[in-house]
């Protein structure tokens, strides 16, 4: 039977990230994905610019889904509105499956104080029902409050956000630390184990982050153990970087063309 998965992420509209990420991810992974759309983000002279989908239209999204569709897993990517986390909350607390919460937390366009909100908001009300949270180095830096430099910092970091009531996190290191290894660590709160793998000299990494996120999630609806979910997305990563997508500006999108016994 096939699996069905929710994403829950704005737009992005040059599709490397966002809910068309999650899309592709879940369609390589042979499940079948839905979408909420909290938002919609696009790049205009360098700049980001997100518009927020109204709440009430999200919750009409959310009615749907809860009366048409038995879900396996859900993911969460960029939900932007504090009104709709609310939302969000109340449906989550309804499902009974795996969730696969992204908390980007590092856009610009927005001001402190809303940030500052949004992170506090964040961490009370949705992360105690997260299986799993998998914040960036950034991410995990404005989370737990504290600078990340080395994987020592990295697990106090984690063991940090893990307080906050998941039941899971992995910080995803990328290249942002000294070396040749771009390290991920994961905390459960009882095994702390550092995934490691070379680093790649391309610049096609946007949307590395939520195609990880939603690799995740697909591998849980396969009925993965979580750790296992966790190394098998990091290696199918790895492949969607290496085989990236160059744009204009010279960046460029990761991109999951390939099927998986290419991994």
Not at 34 to 50: D, K, P, R
Not at 190 to 215: D, E, M, Y
Not at 239 to 248: D, E, H, M, N, S
Request: glycine fraction near 6%; hydrophobic fraction near 45%.
């Amino acid at each position: 039977m096939t699996k069905n998965i929710l994403t829950i992420a704005g737009s992005d509209t040059l599709a490397g990230g966002g809910l068309q990420a999650d899309l592709k991810t879940f369609e390589d992974f042979d499940t079948f994905g839905l979408t909420v759309i909290t938002c919609i983000a696009v790049l205009l002279e360098n700049e980001f610019n997100i518009y927020d989908v109204e709440p009430d239209l999200v919750a009409k999204q959310l009615n749907t889904l809860k009366n048409n569709v038995v879900l396996d897993t859900i993911k969460i990517g960029l939900i932007h509105n504090l009104e709709t986390m609310t939302l969000i909350k109340k449906f989550l607390q309804e499902s009974q499956v795996p969730i696969v919460l992204d908390p980007v937390l590092a856009f610009k366009e927005t001001d402190e104080i809303h940030n500052n909100q949004y992170r506090e908001k964040l961490i009370n009300e949705l992360f105690p029902l997260a299986t799993i949270v998998t914040p960036n180095l950034k991410e995990a830096e404005l989370l737990s409050q504290q600078s990340i430099s080395n994987l020592a910092e990295m697990q106090q970091a984690a063991q940090k956000i893990y307080s906050f009531g998941p039941q899971s996190v992995i910080i995803k290191g990328g290249e942002r630390l000294a070396g040749e290894l771009a390290c991920d660590l994961f905390f459960d709160g009882t095994q702390c184990q550092v995934l490691q793998k070379t680093k790649i000299n391309k610049k096609t990494v946007n949307g590395a982050g939520c195609t990880f996120a939603s690799a995740i999630a697909a591998n849980l609806a396969l009925d993965q153990s979580l750790l296992d979910a966790v190394l098998n997305s990091k290696d199918f990563v790895y492949q969607a970087i290496k085989r990236g997508v160059t744009l204009k500006n010279g960046a460029g999108n990761v991109w999951r063309g390939l099927s998986l016994e290419d991994i």
